[in-house]
């Protein structure tokens, strides 16, 4: 079997920050992304690893990068070990297939989200107010209704606790007319593409979340693109609007964690291996219907 990354730790590199799934290094005047096989849910990452996860999720992403290179500029520099600042060489085990080394920028304080589809804070939203972020949406909506224009609902990023959904006004406050334009125009191009080409494959991408950033003066995508785990992916064949959706990738590991008496606080439970076995599945399922 192949091996699971659970943590990186490169004694002569700098570590900037552990994410739930990425760790992430300050290296020259770069950065390197590693993609761990780290697996939350319900905000917590769990003991077990998926094999292969973050390597598959690192695919996912340089798919639309790649795809979304003429809308947007993005923060790739290298993806092939050798190509990185040879410290680095060394971790080529390691680092191959999961890493990115990036252009260090200066990320915009706002998360830009774009949904598709009513579910999660859009659909509680519009439950209470019939609008999302300010936007108004037509009357009569379900859970998980398709929207056939999708909305850009902006939300701050939080150190901690939950993210705030915010109004265009408020974005163009934070970051300036002109960039909240760029933000909410791109956002949307790039969601349109990814959701109609998603949607031909069978698979529903019901929301994202990107990031963007600026260096040297420019506005790029940075972080991760259309990946589960910055957005919903659903399946196309068992999509029914006026309820929940289950998670293309998740949803064999919530399904299994919700069977047990657990608070959903850390630490998490240990998974069997037959739910990590057929998550590892998923995850290799979804990379190879988007990306082939
Ligand atoms: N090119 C970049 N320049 C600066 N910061 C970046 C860049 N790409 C990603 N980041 C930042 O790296 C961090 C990744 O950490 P995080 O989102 O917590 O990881 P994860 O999603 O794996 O849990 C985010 O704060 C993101 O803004
Ligand atoms: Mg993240």
Known sequence: MADIVMKTDFSDV????????????????FLLIVATDRVSAFDVVLPNGIAEKGKLLTAISLFW???MADVMENHIVATEVMDYPPVLHKYVDMLEGRSMLVKKARPLPVECIVRGYLSGSGWAEYKEKGMVCGIGLPAGLVESSRLDSPIFTPSTKEAEGHDINISFDKTRRIVGDDIARQLRDASLTIYGRARELAEKKGIIIADTKMEFGVYAGNLMIIDELLTPDSSRFWSAKDYRPGRGQDSFDKQIVRDYLLTLDWDKTYPGPVLPDEIVRKTAVRYREITEILTK
């Not at 700098?14 to 005047?29: A, M, N, P, S, T």
């Open 14 to 29: 700098k570590l900037l920050r552990r994410g739930k799934v990425r760790d992430v290094y300050e290296i020259e005047q």
């Open 65 to 67: 990068f790649r795809q």
